[in-house]
């Protein structure tokens, strides 16, 4: 999904499938979220609200005909495409993370975003993600333990982590990468510690072959993300941590195309004098449910 390499690029209809198929699976499970039945006053209120905003726009901005019918023919671009996940969770999730942290103890987290994968393999701590032989990239170790608010260890849980190789590309949506390409489970020690070696990922676009990304260039809005590796940290009796780690010095942080990426989230990877290899430690705090 980057700009620059010449694979074939993993597009908007292979993302959205993908995207849309987590959607349906219920997203909202992966995060711990509770569910409950429709109340129609708020139901009433939040509909209300967003169709209002658009036709402030659409009065603030003196909407045309022509741009109206354009605004048609993009929506059904984004439903022939499935880039509905995809749009709402570039555009939209952040904001729904910031109102569910309000109200969150524990570590911080962010969005999940449409990249996640079920049955990965399961690895035992210390582990070494699932990888080509030659995989390209800087051998990088992330370390840490999981704990729960009272600083408890938390024996056995798992570290659900899924990036893209130094490409750009992540495991089942490209080509290039095989199946499962640095994905993987990682069962802590009953330490609640871990030991992950994998690969330093790389900056990408959103697909550009799609609504999304054609009007995010449209707009002039930059499309990449920076460099981020994703976790789901999840314990027994535990809310389910959702969160992204980031890399100091990364061109595109503060300006994240998803808005996802957050100082305290900002990884120093340091030397570990073995070759070219690097280190991050990082603990994770999970709130009891």
């Known amino acids: 999904m980057t700009a620059t390499s010449d694979q ?13 198929e987590i959607a349906r699976s219920g997203a909202s499970n992966l995060r711990g979220a509770a569910g409950g039945g429709a109340d ?22 003196e909407v045309t005909y022509e741009e109206f019918d354009a605004f048609k023919q993009w929506l059904i671009a984004v439903s022939d495409t499935g880039e509905w ?55 990088m170790i992330l370390a840490g333990q999981v704990t729960s608010t009272d600083g408890t260890p938390l024996a ?18 490209a080509a290039k990468p095989p199946a499962g390409n640095l994905r993987g ?7 609640g510690r871990f030991e992950i070696h994998t690969r330093k990922p790389a900056p990408y676009t959103i697909p550009l072959d ?40 990364d061109p595109y942080l503060g300006n994240d195309v998803a808005s996802a990426d957050k100082p305290e989230l900002t990884l120093d990877p340091q030397p570990t004098g ?4 690097v280190r991050s ?8 449910e």
């Not at 489970?185 to 330490?191: E, G, S």
Request: charged share 20%; glycine share 10%; proline share 7%.
């Open 8 to 20: 074939s690029v993993s597009d908007a209809v292979t993302a959205g499938a993908h995207a849309t």
């Open 40 to 61: 129609p006053a708020r139901v009433s209120a939040v509909v209300s609200a967003a169709l209002e905003g658009i036709r402030a726009a659409i009065r603030d901005h």
């Open 85 to 139: 996940p995809l749009f709402l969770d570039v555009y939209l999730e952040f904001e729904v993370e910031k109102v569910a942290a309000a109200t969150q103890q524990g570590s911080i987290g962010t969005i999940l975003g449409p990249f996640w994968l079920d049955g990965q393999a399961q690895l035992d701590s210390p582990a070494t993600l699932p990888m080509r032989d030659d995989e390209p990239g800087t051998p």
């Open 156 to 173: 056995g849980a798992k570290v659900d982590i899924w990036h893209t190789d130094s490409d750009g590309w992540y495991s089942g949506f």
């Open 185 to 191: 489970v990682v069962r802590c020690d009953d330490q």
């Open 210 to 249: 799609g609504p999304t990304g054609q009007m995010t260039q449209a707009a002039g809005w930059s499309p990449w993300r920076p460099a981020h590796i994703h976790l789901l940290v999840t314990a027994p009796g535990h809310r389910t941590l959702t969160s992204q780690l980031f890399f100091t010095g």
């Open 274 to 277: 073995h070759g070219d290899q």
């Open 281 to 288: 430690d990082r603990d994770f705090v999970l709130e009891p």
